[in-house]
């Protein structure tokens, strides 16, 4: 099984300012990564796939990196609603797909 | 517009069983693998099972596996999860996903969910 370790635990940051949230795969998960954004009480939401791919109707301010067994998603510009738990899950090989422990964005 | 309604969840006691239901709209049901993903009150998300379309492959996460069967009808665009052998340790949100595409030996991830269906195992 792949175990998906993510960090920082929780991230506090200002409106406006950038946020850096990583992922590590305890082995390579090539690009076979994706992230989700979930906020209280909803479902989760894909946001990047491939690694790098926005998904549909993600805006620009999200941008994700990296291969192998490190991984970085950014939100260069935090937004109010962007304030949420963000997820990792590796999909290279499975079964079982399995996820990070999420990371809290919070407001500083 | 892609809807996922789940149904079926409620308070059961140890060694108990429930159904889980998914409704979908807005797709083409038959085309597409689906899943169930669950999340523990306040912790993260936990693949539970993955269902290809025509029903032939279904594929289960270790604690699940010989207690929980995943199951579709397309004729009905309805996706089940039938839980036997409860223990307190399902006790979780249950939420529908739809696969981004097919699942293959390296590409399984989810772009639509339902809101979720919470089950809770405690007596």
């Known amino acids: 099984e792949i175990v998906m370790t993510q960090s920082p635990g929780p991230l506090s940051v200002s409106p406006g300012e950038r946020a850096t949230l990583s992922c590590r795969a305890s082995?390579?998960?090539?690009?076979?990564l994706a992230w989700y954004q979930q906020k209280p009480g909803q479902a989760p939401r894909l946001l990047i796939y491939?690694?790098?791919t926005r998904a549909t109707g993600i805006p620009a301010r999200f941008s994700g990196s990296g291969s192998g067994t490190e991984f970085t998603l950014t939100i260069s510009s935090l937004q109010s609603e962007d304030f949420a738990v963000y997820y990792c899950?590796?999909?290279?090989?499975?079964?079982?797909?399995?996820f990070g422990q999420g990371t809290k964005v919070e407001i500083k | 517009e892609v809807q996922l309604v789940e149904s079926g969840g409620g308070l059961v006691q140890p060694g108990g069983s429930l159904r889980l239901s998914c409704a979908a709209s807005?797709?083409?049901?038959?085309?597409?693998?689906m899943s169930w993903v669950r999340q523990a009150p306040g912790k993260g998300l936990e693949w539970v099972a993955n269902?290809?379309?025509?029903?032939?492959?279904?594929y289960y996460v270790d604690s699940v596996r010989g207690r929980f069967t995943i199951s579709r009808d397309n004729a009905k665009n309805s996706l089940y999860l039938q839980l036997n052998s409860l223990r307190a340790e399902d006790t979780a949100v249950y939420y529908c996903?739809?696969?981004?595409?097919?699942?293959?030996?390296?590409?399984?991830?989810?772009?639509?969910w339902g809101q979720g269906t919470l089950v809770t195992v405690s007596s």
């Open positions: 491939g690694a790098s």
């Open positions: 807005g797709l083409t049901f038959s085309h597409y693998w």
């Open positions: 996903a739809k696969v981004l595409g097919y699942c293959t030996g390296s590409s399984c991830l989810f772009d639509y």
């Open positions: 269902i290809k379309q025509d029903g032939s492959e279904k």
């Open positions: 899950q590796q999909y290279n090989n499975w079964p079982p797909l399995t």
């Open positions: 082995q390579s998960v090539s690009t076979n």
